[in-house]
Antibody
Framework: QVQLVESGGGLVNPGGSLRLSCAASGFTFSSYHMSWLRRTPGKGLEWISS????????TYADSVKGRFSISRDNTNNSLYLQMNSLRSEDTALYYC??????????WGQGTVVTVSS | DIQMTQSPSTLSASVGDRVTITCRAS??????LAWYQEKPGKAPTLLIYDTFTLQGGVPSRFSGSGSGTDYTLTISRLQPDDFATYYC?????????FGPGTKVDVK
């Protein structure tokens, strides 16, 4: 069955960096678009970024463009989110999800990122 | 960005009730609408996509309808497992935005 397990969250100072990982199993990882989403207290559920199966097509929400970078390693069935210049408003529960036409049938359980001094 | 609103924000209902949740987009989204169910401590699960299509394994008591800017999720006969929060999501135009959620609780 499809499993997505996020890791890498934690407490970071404003302006700091963090790299989230998502380990995927139970499906042919390279065949699927993958996405990162987050839940914040203020904005609720928010799509952040998506990447095609090959990694050639990448999109970002304006709120993270230029600061966050999505990538994937199809050899190791892993998805990543490099987060730089973190702000307090990036505090959230971050999910990775397998995409289907920009819907999200499969989600991980999430990893918490707290940006605070 | 397309703004999504939902009504009501909270709905109190009893087992067996027919429940209707409404989602409105700030502009036409041409049927590119999905519904998710979320329970405390768990990730959302996809119920319906393309306005009408049930995701595999979703009970037939769930149905979706709508067009243009206005969409509806209906639960024909509410079951104990259905007490949860429901979100709509548009995927017509990036960024793909979610509604604020409708919590269905016990009356």
């Amino acid at each position: 069955q499809v499993q997505l397990v996020e890791s890498g969250g934690g407490l970071v100072n404003p302006g700091g960096s963090l790299r989230l990982s998502c380990a995927a199993s139970g499906f042919t990882f390279s065949s699927y678009h993958m996405s990162w989403l987050r839940r914040t207290p203020g904005k609720g559920l928010e799509w952040i970024s998506s990447i095609s199966g090959s990694g050639s097509d990448i999109t970002y929400a304006d709120s993270v463009k230029g600061r966050f970078s999505i990538s994937r390693d199809n050899t190791n069935n892993s998805l990543y989110l490099q987060m730089n210049s973190l702000r307090s408003e990036d505090t959230a529960l971050y999910y990775c999800a397998r995409s289907f036409s920009e819907t999200y049938p499969y989600w991980g359980q999430g990893t918490v990122v707290t940006v605070s001094s | 960005d397309i703004q999504m609103t939902q009504s009501p924000s909270t709905l109190s209902a009893s087992v067996g009730d027919r429940v209707t949740i409404t989602c409105r987009a700030s502009q036409s989204i041409s049927y590119w609408l999905a519904w998710y169910q979320e329970k405390p401590g768990k990730a959302p699960t996809l119920l319906i996509y393309d306005t009408f299509t049930l995701q595999g394994g979703v009970p037939s008591r769930f149905s979706g309808s709508g067009s243009g800017t206005d969409y509806t999720l209906t639960i024909s006969r509410l079951q104990p497992d259905d007490f949860a929060t429901y979100y709509c999501q548009q995927y017509d135009t990036s960024p793909f935005t979610f509604g604020p959620g409708t919590k269905v609780d016990v009356k």
